[in-house]
């Protein structure tokens, strides 16, 4: 452009910047997506991962009249896939990713070169327990029982991912009791409960929304819950904690979502404020409530402190699993 005029310059560079951008900037310099928004599920779908994923979104078109949020589920490598698939637009305010605490434990696998460092916390909604369970016919009434089965002979347990929330409880189950079990690796919640009443595997770990069903129809019968305290849901309230049945073990899921890295100020301030407006809506009550949640909301830096700290945690016991 030798010889250009400064104003043609200018021009050319103010086009440049304005097609590189993903959203709309109003004239006092706030921003907002332009077009459809991608929210990204790493796992596949039917899964507790792909529920939050779809109500998260759901959530947001209510929160943020005119938003448009479109669900893709990117299952594979335990999560790796859909977590890269976000590492891959960076800067790009129009994706998200509904994320669960694969985020830490991915990384502490050794098994991925991404960190939560590469992403945008932008908010944690709510924490979602676990249950352990078995078939109606198992011998096993409790997961104190299901200690000493392994104690002295096989028990297959099967986990929503290698490196995922399963794998971490009973990672900390085994520390804590010295057992060892066989695991079967499985790539979301929603593979599991099938596995479990076909035979495949003795043990699952699952969401209450995903196992709700089975228990009520009692096909499959819950032994624990890895929360610190009973369920106030009556449909659980019987079910002991791990740590009343002599297994001194809590661990829970948290449920929210990030964006790319690289993204400017205004980018995370608006997703920000758009997930600040979600607990209002109906749609995430009804989550909340048909799920059996807890909601728990942090936004932004206070959710990347959360990060910080459960990382931290996670790190002597994922480590010790490798």
Sequence with gaps: MRGAPIAAVLAVLLATTACNGSGNADAGGAWKPRGDVRMIVP??????????????????EKA?????????NREGGSGAVGYSALLGKK??????????????????????TFSRKDFTPIAKLAEDGGILVVKKDAPYKTCADVVAAAKSGRVSVGMSGAY?????????????????????????????????????IQVALLNPGEVIGQLKSGDLRGLCVTTDKRYTYPEFAELGTAKEQGIDVSYVQ????????????????????????????????????????QQAELYGPAFGTYLEQLDTALAPVLKKSS
Excluded: C, H
Aim: aromatic share 10%.
């Design 43 to 60: 796992f596949s779908a039917g899964g507790g991962s792909d529920l939050a994923g779809r109500a998260i979104a759901g959530a947001l």
């Design 64 to 72: 943020e009249p005119g938003l448009k949020v479109t669900v893709e």
């Design 91 to 112: 800067g790009n305010g129009n994706y998200l990713l509904a994320t669960e605490n694969a985020i830490l434990s991915l990384p502490l696998s050794g098994q991925v």
């Design 164 to 200: 995922g929330v399963d794998n971490v409880i009973f990672t900390m189950i085994e520390q804590k009791t010295g057992v060892k079990f066989q695991r079967v690796p499985f790539e979301s919640g929603g593979e599991l409960v099938p596995a479990v009443l076909g035979g495949q």
């Design 254 to 293: 948290f449920r929210g979502f990030l964006g790319p890295g690289g993204l400017d100020e205004r980018e995370s301030a608006y997703w920000q404020e758009a997930a600040k407006g979600i607990a209002k809506t109906a749609e995430f009550q009804k989550w909340l409530k048909d799920n059996y949640l």
